[in-house]
């Protein structure tokens, strides 16, 4: 056995002496590892998952969906302002919920539900409403990284919440153009706020309630104009806060205001900003011009993969452990990928229309998505797609100097 040019195995004469059989086997060996990396590469890198369950489409446009694993449920929230609990195995409607799911705690033990009049916080497993905020136009919600503090922005006002005591711990009102956007420090003491078209980002020392420093973005940024829709996003462990202008990131330590890392890749705003789970590395991706997705490594400002098969704007990403990632875009394209290995995605096909949000049940290996015209499809993953699932590939079966590859 032999290989021949084009890498197939061949049949040779067995009329060989002792030492050509030896060769032919080690032949033959590496010839079938030739092969066997081929075929996996292909299998993995253009694998496509066309399976997928539909839950019923409604006349309603749908605001949100979110997973719940341990009940075995997604929860859609509609326009009309009404949550309905399927369960994703069966595709059964469990029970219909007043108000729109804005955020999830940190322990996946309660949501906030927002409705008319007021905002709700209900807990899992019933949704029993334990308490509420009364008001109007709850524009974005946020939990702090323990569940300490409850955010909440309308008509301009942020308040911060105890949600231990329920009762009011802050009250802010920044000056000039409403928030666009706020995060929490890992350890719950700070929290930095951007503002529509404004240069400063607001760092608030939430122990002192007193603010801790204002950055200035206009001496970090090469941009000409203030921040269009700026996003801000703490790294997960450590006091080390993203911030975005129009078409470029930046990040730095709350702590030392002198080093500044530039992010400046992208061609197109900026839509979306946020570190990886556990990990240093930086995810940001661009508007209809530059859909890239870019990962970063902070410390070194440097690019450490793209994700260049989105056509269209990047509309909703989830994680499905610390390095896993899912995308889709607004011509309807959804990915699951490895940010080690961008390259090596899988597409899961079958859907048509703009994905306005999606959700991963992690445990179950499930990914739901909501469109534009009020649909929710279901799509079950490879039970190897998972942390590991690309670095075990490599090892096993690519050239050890791609294998290293961090």
């Not at 059989?21 to 990396?37: A, N, P, Q, T």
């Not at 990131?249 to 990886?276: D, E, G, M, W």
């Not at 607004?330 to 990928?337: H, P, R, V």
Request: charged residues 20%.
């Amino acid at each position: 056995m032999g290989c021949a040019e084009d890498g197939t195995p061949q049949i040779v004469l067995q009329n060989q002496t002792l030492g050509e059989s030896r060769e032919g086997r080690l032949d033959m060996l590496k010839c079938s590892i030739i092969v066997l990396i081929l075929l996996c590469s292909a299998t993995f890198a253009g694998s496509e998952i066309h399976w997928f369950k539909s839950i019923p489409a409604t006349n309603e446009s749908i605001e949100s969906v979110r997973c719940i694993p341990e009940k075995k449920s997604i929860l859609i929230s509609y326009g009309n302002q009404k949550t309905a609990e399927w369960d994703y195995e069966k595709l059964k409607l469990k029970k219909e919920i007043s108000g729109v799911v804005k955020a999830i705690s940190p322990d996946g033990k309660s949501a906030i539900f927002v409705e008319s009049d007021r905002a709700v916080i209900r807990t899992f497993p019933n949704l029993a409403e334990t308490w509420h905020i009364k008001g109007t136009n709850f524009n974005q919600v946020l939990f702090s990284a323990k569940g300490q503090f409850l955010a909440v922005q309308q008509l301009g006002m942020l308040t911060i919440w105890l949600t231990s005591t329920h009762n009011k711990f802050l009250e802010l009102q920044p000056s000039g153009r409403p928030p666009a956007d706020f995060d929490f420090s890992s350890n719950e003491q700070f929290l930095a706020i951007s503002q529509y078209d404004q240069y400063a980002i607001a760092v608030l020392d939430l122990k002192s309630q007193k603010p801790h420093e204002t950055l200035n973005a206009e001496k970090d940024t090469y941009a000409s104009g203030p921040l269009i829709n700026p996003r801000v996003a703490f790294h997960k462990s450590r006091p080390i806060l993203a911030y975005s202008d129009a078409t470029e990131a930046h990040v730095r330590s709350i702590f030392n205001p002198t080093k500044v890392c530039h992010l400046n890749k992208h061609n197109n705003f900026i839509t979306h900003l946020q570190f990886l789970k556990a990990s240093d590395e930086i995810l940001t991706s661009g508007g209809r011009i530059d859909p890239r997705i870019i990962i970063w490594q902070h410390d070194t400002c440097k690019v450490k993969a793209i994700f260049d098969q989105h056509q269209d704007a990047v509309s909703a990403i989830d994680y499905v452990n610390e390095t896993g990632i899912i995308s889709g875009d607004e011509s309807g394209q959804l990915y699951a990928w490895d940010s080690r290995f961008p390259d090596k995605a899988i597409k899961l096909t079958g859907h048509k229309g703009i994905i306005m949000d999606l959700t991963v049940c992690a445990p179950d290996n499930l990914v739901a998505l909501s469109d534009e015209k009020g649909r929710v499809n279901i799509w079950r993953l490879p039970t190897s797609f998972g942390a590991s699932t690309v670095a075990t590939y490599a090892q096993q079966y690519l050239p050890a100097a791609l294998a290293a590859v961090p």
